[in-house]
């Protein structure tokens, strides 16, 4: 198998596309530390960073849950059940990933070097909640939510003042993940009953948890508009949370109980519109400050 072919099949193992959505909250938080772009040695680090962290949480996932995607009709043709990457190869594939995202963080501030362990606790311990918790989607959310944080606490080396900010950005982060996570497992109510998982549509029902996902989103653009005053932002900020608002609302019109036939686009598309939408917002409303 070609080199292209190879990398082909990892970027399908880790879902590398997704990585839009955590990736733009990242410099968001970025952009509020340095007050506008960071320098390019900053970006590519923290571009690094991010990919090694998100490398490593995606092949945890999949190695943890290779027996069941195994017998999941809609997974069983991931690398790991049909065969397409052994075990071994997706070991390798984590421990060189986590390892880069060490590389970053120790290249970019002592504390962030300090905390990266923490980080990857939570990234790599998120496969397991689903195990015990229908909170899961919340755990997954707070491992997208550090994004923001952690790149402010990159850009900076230290907390300080501003901090809260980014600190809102991740907890809208965290709740916005929470509700299309849900969205996400209404495709697998039935199998997560069979097998004893725990999510919100398995435990709740997809209606409830339809509910739920929506107040998870209503609170994730309170949060984002709160961010507005400690970061600075003004007038094109609260343009870009009212644009995503409606986006959160459509995501919400498109999917029914009976009616899951637009979940991927739901899912991938809206959503990827979202994080695109909020880090050009906010790209902005810092420049013209």
């Known amino acids: 198998m070609s080199l292209l072919a190879r990398a082909v099949t990892y970027g399908r193992f880790v879902r590398f596309s997704h990585t ?17 772009i960071p320098d390019l040695r900053t970006l590519l680090l923290l571009l690094l960073a991010m990919v ?27 690398e790991l059940p049909s065969g397409a990457m052994s075990r071994a190869e997706a070991i390798v594939f984590l421990a060189v990933a986590a390892g880069l995202f060490l590389l970053a963080c120790g290249l970019l501030s002592r ?3 300090l905390l990266a362990p923490a980080v990857l606790l939570v990234l790599l311990s998120y496969p397991f909640a689903k195990r015990f918790t229908s909170l899961c989607h919340l755990w997954l ?3 997208l939510g550090l994004a923001p944080v952690g790149a402010w606490v990159a850009v ?11 600190v809102l950005l991740g907890a809208a982060v965290t709740l916005w993940t929470a509700g299309f996570d849900v969205i996400y497992a209404l495709l697998d109510v039935d199998f997560d009953r069979k097998k004893g998982l725990f999510s919100l549509p398995s435990r709740l029902g997809p209606g409830p948890a339809l509910a739920l996902s929506g107040l998870f989103h209503a609170f994730s653009v309170v949060c984002l508009a709160l961010a507005a005053l400690p970061g600075g932002l003004g007038a094109i900020w609260f343009c870009g949370v009212g644009a995503a608002a409606v986006l959160l609302l459509v995501e919400h019109r498109i ?15 809206l959503n990827g519109i979202v994080s695109a939408l909020l880090f050009g917002v906010l790209l902005l409303d810092v420049l013209a400050a």
């Open 20 to 36: 839009v959505f955590a990736l733009p909250f990242a410099l968001m938080g970025a952009v509020l530390a340095a007050g506008g």
């Open 52 to 78: 090694g962290a998100r490398s490593a949480a995606m092949a945890m996932n999949r190695l943890a849950d290779a027996a069941i995607d195994a017998a999941n009709p809609r997974t069983k043709g991931r």
């Open 111 to 113: 504390l962030a070097l």
């Open 141 to 143: 959310g707070a491992a």
């Open 156 to 166: 900076r080396g230290e907390f300080g003042e501003g901090v809260l900010a980014p």
């Open 255 to 269: 999917v029914r109980p009976g009616d899951l036939s637009r979940v991927n686009t739901a899912f991938f598309t």
